[in-house]
């Protein structure tokens, strides 16, 4: 028996079933401004990060005038690249209501692979690419294993894979890094910029575009996507909808693996190195875009766009901060003000339906 | 890709009159037993739906009546006994299994998606895709047509206050939420639709919208399974009431062998006849 059943119609040839079942009515609370600015920012989860996004350029734009120096937007694409990749496979697993600690560690895992392979074993440079795919692949389907096999909670299983996968990335490296001369030209060319109206874009940062692209189509517009949606949602209302749910769970962190192989590839041309301490803040700085996103941490709820403008508002604050001369410090209280005001937000709009 | 032609075969126009069993069941259960842990839920329950009836199922709380339809399903796999369907033996290890057969189920809970549209859940699972290359290459959703045809299904249905149907779940009333439930069975249960209390959530207009709809199923030729607490309702609408009792069939009876006040006796114990 196939798992997908055939596209069906609905009964049909029946004749029409006369008669009206006329059920209750809407009820909709479009009474007050704020009731209807609630149903809006629940109907559009990227609303309230775009507005956010907006206004955060405008403010640094007009604190600092250096912000829309042309190499200043240049500096903050090429800052949210790698971030923004590893986002997008952190918001399919939030989707599902999981969360993943280890993606910083995975993407590691899968740079050094990609970068001793090809420098201290020779392998032709695209197949060093295709073996750290590899890499992020077996990493994401060892995490939705021990999720849908072993019935462990997410955030579990990825903070022990967090651990188990750096271990395993600094003996496979010895604790040193790979640098960029070792490396050859195409695993390091995702640092390589072209110049679009004198903007220099980083080929890396194309890809992570593609990648929204093909990622936010995928979502919106296959079945696939819609079921990890609707396990997100309600795990038993899918399954008894005819859903597979650990099929979709296990095809979810796969998939995130393969994400995370590709973030690595930009990593290394971003560094023009592999190192194996490039990850630890990865992990954090990917939830915080995802939830900045207004990808909700209950699941079923969220866009992949959300993410990019939540890497781009992370990415904003911490540039347009330090242009206007302030410390570090006020970056990461910035950033950790931007997480508590987006969960907030969303415990608000979610309130709109209980 | 559609079982309803080569697995199955009902003699269409020779349904049985509403009170006499049918020679074969187009749904028979025997002897299922389920157990949590030490908590039996089914204890030997049988089960026959014959064409052309309404089957309701009533019980006390903790009965096994949700248990008994989640086991005719795949929503729960029964530790032993057999199901049939139209005199063939059949195994469901997952609902998906029994929606194949087209057996379609109204949950207890009714479980819909609540962030997903109307449209999306009327589909879940058996999303339609694209013609050609956008379809099978890309795995394109035709959300126009998905949305075109809920719509005209509702309308069919006659379920006239969801005019919008990507509108999501959790934006519609308990009793709306209990239509599009109710909607996604009656529209592709092609072979048996099944109701866990369909009518919990609904006031007493809406619950005889809902009765009606079953009536109409059964005379599509569509057998439904009604499992409802509301005893004016099942003697309304059944053409026989499985009594379930301390997870065991403790009989089977008519609404015209039996008065509403015996059915109970036989419910709560008071009586076995
Ligand atoms: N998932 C489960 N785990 C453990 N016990 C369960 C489970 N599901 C049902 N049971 C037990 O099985 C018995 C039958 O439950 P069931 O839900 O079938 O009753 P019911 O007749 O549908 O009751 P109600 O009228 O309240 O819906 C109960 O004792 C219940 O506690
Ligand atoms: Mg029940």
Known sequence: MSAQPSPTSPASGAPPRKGSVDLATEFLDRSSPLGRIRNLLHRYPALSPGIVLVAAVIIFGVISPRFFFVSNLSLITQQVAVVGTLAIAQTLIILTAGIDLSVGAIMVLASLVMAQTASANHVPAPLALVIGLIVGLLAGAVNGALVTRLKLPPFIVTLGTLNVFLAVSLLYSNGASVIGQQIPDLITSTGNTFSVDGVGITYGVVIMLVLYIVMAFVMTKTAWGRHVYAVGDDKESARLAGISVNRVLLSVYIAAGAILAIGAWIQIGRADAASPNAGTDLNLDSITAVVIGGTSLFGGRGTIWGSLLGALIVGVFRNGLALAGLDVLYQTLAVGILIIVAVSLDQWIRKARS | ?273
């Open chain 2, 1 to 273: 890709m559609d079982p309803k032609g080569t697995q199955l075969t009902i003699t269409e126009g020779d349904r049985p009159s509403s009170t006499l069993p049918y020679s074969q069941p187009v749904l028979q259960a025997k002897a299922l037993v389920k157990t949590y842990g030490k908590v039996v839920g089914l204890d030997g329950v049988d089960l026959e739906l014959y064409q052309g009836e309404v089957l309701a199922v009533i019980g006390d709380n903790g009965a096994g009546k949700s248990t008994l339809i989640k086991c005719l399903t795949g929503a729960e796999i029964p530790d032993t006994g057999e199901l049939w369907l139209n005199g063939r033996r059949v195994q469901f290890k997952r609902p998906q299994d029994a929606k194949h057969y087209g057996i379609e189920t109204v949950y207890q809970g009714l479980a819909v998606s609540p962030a997903l549209d109307i449209a999306s859940n009327l589909y879940l699972g058996r999303e339609i895709r694209e013609q050609g290359f956008a379809g099978t290459v890309l795995r394109i959703m035709d959300t126009r047509l998905m949305r075109a045809n809920a719509k005209q299904e509702l309308d069919r249905l006659g379920i006239s206050t969801l005019q919008d149907v990507t509108v999501a779940i959790e934006n519609l009333s308990g009793g709306q939420r209990q239509a599009v439930a109710v909607a996604r069975a009656a529209a592709f249960g092609s072979k048996v639709v099944i109701l866990d209390e369909p009518t919990a959530a609904l006031g007493v207009r809406e619950s005889g919208q809902v009765l009606d709809l079953i009536r109409r199923l059964r005379d599509e030729g569509i057998p439904v399974i009604l499992v409802s607490h509301n005893m004016p309702q099942v003697f309304e609408v059944a053409d026989r009431i499985h009594i379930q009792r301390l997870g065991k069939r403790a009989a089977v009876i008519t609404p015209q062998s039996h008065s509403m006040t015996e059915a109970v006796a036989i419910m709560t114990g008071a009586s076995t006849e």
